[in-house]
């Protein structure tokens, strides 16, 4: 199509030229310059079956992208992308690949879960994702299809365990996901019997399966700093077992949950990306508070600011004297700016409460009442260490106002003046503290081991299908986001086709605006994977789809 436009504005561009008396010339370019013949595209299934591609999976499946689940990122979801891709010559794909439609230009946005915002755009003029306003969906309307003509199965903010409890689309349980509920087969409804969504996956009689799980078991927890009142993670013993029911399962036809199974459906499973890598993980840097050297109000602001903290490092000296804490505590709380970067503050409740210690110094006399009272966002805080890693949404509340009063001759911004994690209008600390503000290096550790096992695990359930005579393969998907991340060979960024596509949300990046789930490009990167997989382990020859036509970031110029 390329070819052709190019002829036909050539060709115009001719006409523009020549005079009528000259037709003969411009029939000779003709002649001379034929459009080159578009080649059909084509290809060879080999030993696969790809009649009818059925996807169970989560976000990432579901095309989740900006944050809400609307029209155009389920299109370009990668289950979407390879089942019109699969319909192409040779290929034997099924004619229309079914999915739980949203009719929703702009969806139902769960950042910001207030029933009126869609999905984010990232505004150019602000360097920062926006909600768009109007045609936002409704959660709680039910998908007008039928679920035995549905192929991906993907559900929004599923966890593993999801998939195998009829609870999933019952309101009145902890197990309850809105999103499934939309196409449950059988919605539950106050422990009723309701459909399972690995059952209603079996149904749709797929030819070839895609199983992927595991990213929400621990991305709520990332996401809130490590906090498992906002998310807990899914014990990886846990996770095994289910992972494990669904992949045979799904390889077998549903017969491995009643009987002996016979493994009749091939198939892939899809490894668990590093989150830790993503940009909501990444845009916001531990030593975000800059100030600039050449800037003399920056740089009085130093000054001011650190003459102001020499109450509280004193008091932490007096702690250390008192044997209230030890000196590597204190090191760790110590507050000091300087021009350039400078770390985030926050609360750390697993820091010694110096509330008592600060009580002492008063009834002692040695600090004043108002000197209390300044002392007390302080009694758990300290700056934040270099390597951890500060939430995206933490951006939202980084610089703010404590007091709500820019115009105050005494500003007092959070993260910066007020640790993040105390109320200033409340005058004490959040019920989580600061914890939803950070991940700090044991959070961090116990989020990739979490990870690592979960891969141990769907990799053990891949070889134990293959070793009972099934046949499906693992696809490393974590590779193409370790590439982009720089951790494979110390560049930030990937190349694709000759793209040079950036690990983050920019115009030519690869992730959506949420920072979380790649943009449309993203998706047709993990089609690919996922292609180049079956081309290496069935004998087939299935082209790649094209990168540079899939639309990148949403964003507003």
């Known amino acids: 199509m390329k070819r052709i436009f190019n002829y036909i504005l050539s060709t115009a561009l001719i006409l523009g030229a020549v005079s009528c008396g000259e037709d003969e010339i411009l029939d000779q370019w003709i002649a001379d310059n034929p459009p080159a013949e578009e080649v059909p595209v084509s290809g060879d299934p080999g030993d696969l079956n790809l009649s009818n591609l059925v996807v169970l999976g989560t976000s990432l499946a579901s095309g989740i992208q900006d944050g809400a689940l609307f029209n155009a990122g389920q299109s370009g979801s990668f289950p979407n992308l390879l089942g019109a891709h699969f319909q192409i010559d040779g290929l034997g794909g099924t004619a229309a690949f079914g999915q739980p439609d949203i009719n929703s230009v702009n969806g139902y946005n769960m950042l910001y879960n207030d029933g009126t915002s869609g999905r984010t755009q990232l505004d150019l003029s602000l360097r920062a994702p926006v909600p768009t306003t109007g045609d936002p969906a409704s959660l709680g309307a039910a998908w007008g299809g039928t679920t035995s003509t549905l192929n991906n199965f993907g559900i929004p903010l599923a966890y593993a365990g999801q998939f195998l409890t009829d609870d999933t689309s019952d309101p009145f349980t902890s197990s309850f996901n809105p999103f499934y509920r939309r ?52 014990s990886s013993g846990a996770f095994e077992a289910y992972a494990d029911i669904a992949i045979h399962a799904l390889a077998s036809a549903g017969t491995s949950l009643v009987t002996t199974p016979t493994y009749s459906v091939e198939g892939l499973v899809l490894n668990v990306p590093p989150i830790l890598v993503f940009p909501f993980f990444q845009a916001v840097q531990w030593d975000a508070i800059a100030f600039d050297a050449n800037d003399p109000v920056d740089v009085g602001t130093v000054a ?38 400078n770390p985030i503050l926050v609360v750390d409740q697993s820091l010694t409460d110096l509330g008592s210690h600060f009580d002492f110094m008063y009834a002692n006399e040695i600090i004043t009442l108002e000197d209390r009272i300044a002392l007390e966002p302080f009694r758990q805080s300290r700056p934040l260490a270099e390597g951890e890693i500060v939430p995206l949404s933490t951006a939202t509340k980084l610089g703010v106002e404590a007091d709500g009063d820019d115009e105050n001759d005494v500003i007092v911004p959070y993260g910066v003046v007020i640790p993040l994690g105390f109320d200033y209008d409340e005058g004490a600390q959040e019920t989580l503290g600061g914890d939803p503000y950070y991940i700090d290096f044991a959070e961090q550790v116990e989020i990739e ?101 899939v639309l990148g970031p949403y964003f507003i110029p």
């Open 304 to 341: 001011a600011l650190n003459d102001g903290f020499e109450g509280l490092n004193g008091a932490i000296d007096f702690a250390v004297t008192r044997t209230v804490i030890d000196q590597d505590e204190a090191d760790a709380r110590y507050v000091s700016y300087a021009t350039g970067s």
């Open 183 to 234: 196409f449950a087969s059988v919605a539950s409804t106050n422990g009723s019997t309701g459909s399972i969504a690995l059952t209603d996956a079996i149904s749709a009689g797929g030819s070839f399966f895609i199983y992927e799980a595991g990213i929400n078991d621990i991305l709520l927890y990332a996401a809130g700093g490590g906090t498992t009142a906002i998310g807990p993670i899914t």
């Open 449 to 549: 081991t979490a990870r690592a096992l979960y891969n141990v695990a769907l990799a053990g359930a891949v070889a134990d299908v293959n070793n009972g005579g099934g046949d499906i393969a693992l696809v490393d998907i974590a590779s193409i986001f370790l590439d982009a991340a720089g951790l494979s060979d110390g560049v930030q960024g990937i190349t694709v086709q000759g793209l040079n596509l950036s690990p983050d949300f920019a115009p030519n990046g690869i992730f959506s605006t949420d920072g979380i789930h790649p943009c449309q490009r993203g998706h047709a990167i993990i089609a690919n994977k996922i292609i180049a997989t079956m081309n290496s382990n069935w004998n087939a020859s299935i082209p790649e789809i094209e990168v540079a036509p």
